[in-house]
């Protein structure tokens, strides 16, 4: 089938939002099995979190949102790009002004009044969502890290009819059990079977989080909306249930995993395309390390004038892929890389080596520290020969083995303070705090 000219396409990305009580949204959202009423997530990136929306931390010297935006791009007659979350509308408003007027594209911060799932989000702004008569609608996760192949994926839809195709990917049988499991026709890539994070092994492809559908997914939520209702409505309560605290899902929260994609599974209604190339879920701040490294090389094949290069005589010594804000100060003797991204007004002094580290704004490194595996927060400075740093003891992606695996990661929050001749090591700094003495193993509150 080919595609119109005037065929108009919309994304959304799913933003997530900080806990609220203990009761609310969870931070993110792949698996909506992870979007229980009851989540914590919310905590998982601090101390990170503290000071920026999860969305708009930087990966790769991009806001972690960015990316999947910019992948947007690319879809063929893209009308416009919302944002779907919890976050004040305020934390967003300066980001969504900047990107729009960036890729000149249209994107719009969506604000929801509380959990109505990723397919209830969705279907919540409907109206707003087809303003512009779209044919097609993406759906993304924004703690997603990949390529992203959008337009090959829309292309494969158009193939295969129904009402959804979503993208996967092959992992090992032991990560596999961590997200959602699926079996597809090998000829057809229809969707057979899916289950959220089963017990037993079902298959070695998983949900990636990145989907795009026609409107009809719309009747598809409405429907679980009006079931479940009707199943209240018909429904006795027992005077015991009426006393507790209410624990049903209520109506227009919907998951997409469990209550449409394990439905319409073998119905000739959901398709998948397998992706080749990297993908991993930005959970924690040693994935969002992990994740930096991957977007820094794939900005060789997409993005060249990104990544910095030096010599060592005019600049520093660069080597592999390193990310440099036009604001940072860099002294032409230090060695840089691989896996480095330095944001605005750093300062990075004579004899300073940095490797697989991410150095936010205004961060000053004194000659002759030395950085890795480490992620530097907000005006935090490191005193002459320190080392902040970290040991990986296993370093293995979801791709290719253990998902559980520890990525070893020291995080200084905002404004921390090492002073000259301190050693920091795989320990995780709150903001504010000065370390006068040497540190291994330690959470510094």
């Known amino acids: 089938m080919g595609s119109s000219t005037e065929e108009k396409v919309v994304a959304v990305i799913l933003v997530g939002g900080p806990t609220k009580d203990n009761s609310g949204p969870n931070d993110l959202r792949v698996s909506d099995s992870v979007l229980d009423l009851g989540s914590t997530t919310g905590t998982r990136f601090r101390p990170l979190s503290l000071n920026i929306p999860k969305p708009l931390f930087p990966i790769a010297g991009q806001p972690m949102v960015h990316h999947p935006i910019s992948a947007c791009k690319r879809i063929p007659n893209l009308a416009q790009v919302y944002l779907v979350g919890f ?48 044919s097609h609608i993406f759906l993304l996760n924004c703690d997603v890290c990949c390529s992203f192949p959008l337009p090959e994926m829309l292309e494969a839809h158009r193939k295969y009819g129904g009402i959804g195709t979503l993208l996967v990917i092959k992992v090992s049988p032991e990560s596999a059990s961590q997200f959602g499991e699926l079996v597809a026709d090998p000829v057809t890539n229809e969707l057979l079977h899916y289950t959220e994070k089963p017990e037993t092994f079902v298959s070695d492809r998983i949900n990636c989080g990145v989907y795009v559908f ?58 998948t395309y397998e992706t080749m190339d990297f993908w991993e879920q930005i959970k924690s701040p040693g994935m969002s390390l992990r994740c930096s490294e991957l977007y820094l090389s794939q900005f060789r094949l997409t993005s060249p004038h990104m990544l910095a290069s030096g010599d060592g005589t005019k600049s520093a010594i660069v080597i592999g892929d390193v990310y440099i804000h036009p604001s940072a100060k860099v002294h032409p003797t230090a060695k840089i890389g691989p896996n480095v991204s330095i944001s605005a007004n750093a300062r990075v002094g004579p004899g300073v080596r940095l490797i697989s580290c991410i150095i936010l704004d205004d961060v000053e490194i004194m000659e002759n520290a030395v950085v890795t595996n480490a992620i530097v927060g907000w005006k935090s400075s490191i005193g002459r020969w320190s080392r902040v740093q970290a040991f990986i003891t296993l370093l293995i992606t979801q791709a290719e083995g253990v998902y559980n695996s520890k990525l070893g ?9 090492v002073e000259d001749e301190v050693v920091v090591t795989s320990s995780i700094v709150l903001p504010n705090k000065t370390l006068n003495v040497s540190v291994q193993d330690e959470i510094i509150l």
């Open 87 to 134: 976050y004040e509308e305020r934390e967003f408003a300066l980001y969504v002004s900047a990107i729009s007027n960036e890729l000149k594209v249209p994107v719009r911060y969506l604000r929801e009044d509380k959990p109505h799932g990723s397919a209830g989000g969705l279907y919540h702004f409907r109206n707003l969502i087809m303003e512009d008569n779209p």
């Open 409 to 417: 990661v020291t995080i200084l929050g905002d404004s921390v303070a």
């Open 214 to 271: 026609t409107p009809e997914i719309f009747t598809a939520i409405r429907d679980v909306s009006s079931q479940r209702n009707d199943t209240a409505t018909l429904r006795r309560v027992s005077s015991y249930e009426a006393l507790q605290p209410a624990t049903r899902i209520p109506a227009d929260f919907v998951r997409l995993d469990q209550d449409i994609l394990s439905p319409l599974a073998g119905k000739k209604q959901l398709y």
